[in-house]
């Protein structure tokens, strides 16, 4: 009795409150990438980690191997809590978006590179230091061979991408509001004679963006290659064949083929039920009966001679 008037205080049946389910609500997923999304990233950034590697190769005349090793959603306040001092760190423009791009280079990364730069084998070092005028020049040849690079692999949003100028950790804020979430991809790269890292953040709107363009491109181009498909079928099929019908294997006596006039019916030796072989392209495809359908000699068949027809 009591539950009964449970139910009927809420408003709800009997029934219908015990087919109700209550589930935890947790924030923290909230606006997080899929597994597929996650994916699709993953995929275009390999992509762009072998492109990169390559044109750096060409660049500085010596080996580089470049790899992405995994994909973060963090919150951009976490993301700059694990940048230190000496973190170099260089944002990229997005037009027409006005978004922006962080890319994060590892101290054990920057020095080798401008030792290639400047014709040195690449060696590591131990200092730790800022970089001057020069060393930021020098090491913009990068960022733009970088910038080049992803405005490639991210062609389906239809974005600019181009190196700013380089900007101190504690100015994190300038460019991401420290509550958003962002993406960061983590790179693993190898030098002839060094192995460091970089990464790259982006916004969380950016990379759905990305997702959702990438998703409808792949779409697009399933309908052109079947379009595509279509049109070749269709014109294939208006080909002109060459084929005929004919009694293969006939012997008949020589004085028969000299004595033949105008007029004359040759007899060819076979018997009246024997099978006709109809041939396209030289191919002998079927065992046909000779016919007649209206003003047109014809060709009924009656069995494929071969087992894919």
């Known amino acids: ?67 992405l090793t995994r994909i ?10 694990t940048l230190s001092a000496g973190t170099y760190l260089v944002p ?21 590179l401008l030792d290639l730069l400047l014709g040195g084998p690449g060696e590591p070092m131990d200092c730790s230091r800022d970089l001057t005028e020069i060393d930021e020049e020098l090491f913009r040849s ?18 600019s991408v181009a190196p700013l100028a380089s900007i101190k950790p504690g100015l994190m804020g300038q460019l991401f509001a420290m509550e958003e979430r962002v993406i960061t991809l983590h790179f693993e790269i190898r ?7 970089f990464a790259l953040a982006l ?28 049109r070749l079928r269709e014109r294939v099929l208006q080909c002109e064949m060459p084929l005929s019908v004919e009694l293969s294997g006939l012997c008949i006596p020589l004085q028969d083929v000299v004595s033949l006039q105008v007029g004359n019916v040759l007899d060819l030796r076979a018997a ?10 030289g191919y002998s495809m079927f065992e046909v009966t000779p016919v007649k359908r209206g003003e047109y000699k014809a060709a009924q068949l009656n069995r494929a001679l071969n087992p894919e027809v």
């Open 1 to 67: 009795m009591n539950k009964l008037l449970k139910g009927e205080a809420d408003g709800k049946g009997p029934a219908e409150s015990r087919g109700r389910t209550v589930t935890r609500c947790n924030f923290r997923a909230s606006g997080l990438l899929s597994n597929e999304s996650t994916r699709q990233l993953r995929s275009m950034h390999e992509i762009f980690a072998r492109s990169f590697a390559h044109s750096l190769d060409l660049f500085l005349g010596s080996p580089v191997e470049v790899k």
């Open 72 to 81: 973060d959603q963090i919150g951009a306040r976490e993301f700059a809590a």
């Open 92 to 112: 990229f423009g997005l037009q027409p978006t006005q978004e922006k791009v962080v890319s994060k280079f590892d101290n054990g990364l920057l020095f080798p």
């Open 142 to 159: 990068v960022t733009e061979l970088m910038a080049a690079q992803l405005e490639r692999v991210w062609k389906v949003a239809n974005v």
């Open 191 to 197: 030098l002839a004679t060094a192995t460091s890292a």
């Open 203 to 230: 916004p969380t709107a950016f990379s759905s963006g990305l997702v959702r363009s990438s998703q409808s491109d792949a779409v697009r181009r399933g309908d052109l290659q079947a379009t595509g498909r279509h």
């Open 272 to 281: 009246a039920q024997r099978p006709i072989v109809l041939q396209v392209s």
